[in-house]
């Protein structure tokens, strides 16, 4: 079966450090990626979703970047946080070339940035 | 793009009453309409799902109705239980053989089971 791994669970960053956050999944090959970001109480914002190796496109425009160094991790970065990037962040796959399927996802990394 | 409404941003029923939660769609074009679940602090969870050319689909005491020409869809939770208390998302998405990239998320609703 498959599963989706997110890391680390909870991050407390000061303001200006930079980030890393890595998700993988296994069980499956060639899925679709994706990166959510959910403010206290509010709904899910699609950040980034990647459908290939490389291929990474941004919803948002924002401090934060995506990459997808292999086919079945994708990590989301930024050079600098900002106190808006607190949030809860969650990653999300989903089958690729086959129709209605729904998304997967992890448990979430819950930043707070002081 | 598409775009998602729902209803009602929070919900409150007595334990064992009944539970409707509707959304609405823009883009006629879409097909496939999933719905989570999320507790506190957890991630979201599928429940159930529909198809375009599927006008009701049920499981136990979940059920999801879809009217494509008034582009609606709803969630009903029939006996409801304290652990029915969570968040609930709608979604709408394009399925084009394989074009299956993007869901657009409801702004979610906060269903409270009272025992």
């Known amino acids: 079966s498959q599963t989706i791994h997110q890391w680390p669970a909870t991050l407390v960053q000061p303001v200006g450090s930079p980030l890393s956050l890595e998700c993988t999944v296994e069980g499956t090959s060639n899925p679709n990626l994706y990166w959510y970001r959910q403010a206290a109480g509010r709904g899910l914002q699609l950040l980034f979703y990647s459908v290939g190796i490389g291929q990474i496109s941004s919803e948002v425009p924002q401090n934060l970047s995506a990459s997808r160094p292999q086919d079945r991790q994708f990590i989301l970065s930024s050079k600098k946080l900002l106190l808006s990037d607190s949030g809860f962040y969650l990653c999300?796959?989903?089958?690729?070339?086959?129709?209605?399927?729904?998304?997967?996802f992890g448990d979430g990394t819950r930043l707070s940035i002081l | 793009g598409e775009n998602v409404e729902q209803h009602p941003s929070t919900l409150s029923v007595q334990e064992g009453d009944s539970a409707v939660i509707k959304c609405t769609y823009s883009?006629?074009?879409?097909?496939?309409f999933p719905w989570y679940k999320q507790e506190l602090g957890k991630r979201p969870q599928l429940i159930i799902d529909i198809r375009s050319n599927v006008g009701e689909k049920k499981d136990q005491r979940i059920a999801v109705t879809l009217n494509k020409t008034a582009k609606h869809f709803s969630l009903h939770i029939t006996e409801t239980q304290p652990e029915d208390s969570a968040v609930y998302f709608c979604?709408?998405?394009?399925?084009?053989?394989?074009?299956?990239?993007?869901?657009?998320f409801g702004k979610g609703t906060l269903l409270t089971v009272n025992p």
């Open positions: 999300a796959w989903s089958v690729r070339d086959r129709g209605y399927q729904p998304q997967h």
């Open positions: 979604a709408a998405s394009l399925n084009s053989g394989g074009s299956n990239y993007k869901l657009t």
């Open positions: 883009d006629s074009a879409s097909n496939y």
